[in-house]
């Protein structure tokens, strides 16, 4: 069985970790498949992260498979392996939105946060929690939780491995939209399929820092598209 699956429907592409054995841990395995499923995604206009079922999104590292790792280079070369999985995530073209469909937990809140949009049901849970293994965020985590929350808050979370239910996560500005869970599937499609498109992929670009020459001619490639101007006769025309 597959740890990894892509579905890509009309520019929306979602990739789904499904390991319910281990709660959709990454394991090495896993690792392979993200990279193909991530090959696979190319050219989508958004991208949606997700776990199987409705008690995981990630639940980190897959302990049982990573514990064979035993040296300090095996530990760099596992790290450095999924860190540049999340820099691929984190640099992908299109808005990338992270779907919490369940707790995240570890190297899952790191695999959330790799995404530009972080979105989850209401009675999840996410959380830096490595210090209860005694170490620390690798895939590139601890730095994108302090872009999101700020130095001193990211301190304070992943040093003391705090978990967060969904309504404080928010607060802290770690989660972007919360959604009952009998809304959440729902939720989400709508939101990835609104974000689907050439004007917000142009926009990830612009808020990554861009110079002002670069935003300029981007917003002028979509003003001469036609896709402007059916949507533009549209406007003009209401209500005539």
């Given amino acids: 069985m597959a740890d990894v699956e892509l579905e890509l429907d009309n ?16 394991a090495q395995t896993t690792m392979d498949e993200l990279e193909k499923a991530l090959d696979g995604a190319a050219g ?11 008690r995981a999104f990630v639940s980190g590292g897959d302990l049982k498979q990573l514990a064979e790792i035993r040296t300090l280079e095996g530990a760099e070369e596992m790290a450095w392996r999924m860190r540049l999985i999340c820099d691929r995530i984190a640099e992908f073209p299109a808005p990338v939105i992270a779907a919490l469909n369940g707790h995240a937990l570890g190297g899952g809140a790191e695999f959330a946060v790799a995404a ?24 590139g985590g601890a730095e ?15 040093g003391a491995g705090t978990i967060l239910e969904a309504a404080e996560a928010q607060r802290f500005g770690l989660l ?21 498109t050439d004007s917000a992929m142009s926009i990830k670009r ?6 002002p020459a670069e935003a300029v001619e981007a917003f002028a490639r979509l003003w001469v598209a036609d896709a402007h101007w059916v949507a533009a006769e549209r406007v003009m025309n209401r209500g005539k």
Avoid: Y
């Fill in 116 to 139: 530009d949009i972080r979105v989850a049901a209401d009675d999840i849970k996410i959380g830096f929690n490595q210090a209860a293994l005694a170490i620390m965020p690798a895939w």
């Fill in 176 to 196: 972007d939209r919360v959604f009952p869970r009998e809304s959440f599937e729902e939720g989400w499609r709508s939101l990835a399929r609104s974000l689907a």
């Fill in 206 to 211: 612009v808020v990554g820092g861009v110079p």
């Fill in 11 to 26: 520019g929306l592409a979602v990739i789904t970790i499904d390991r319910p054995q281990a709660r959709n841990a990454i």
């Fill in 44 to 54: 989508a206009r958004a991208l949606v992260l997700r776990g199987a079922g409705d």
């Fill in 144 to 158: 994108r939780l302090a872009a999101l929350v700020g130095r001193g808050r990211a301190i304070m979370l992943a």
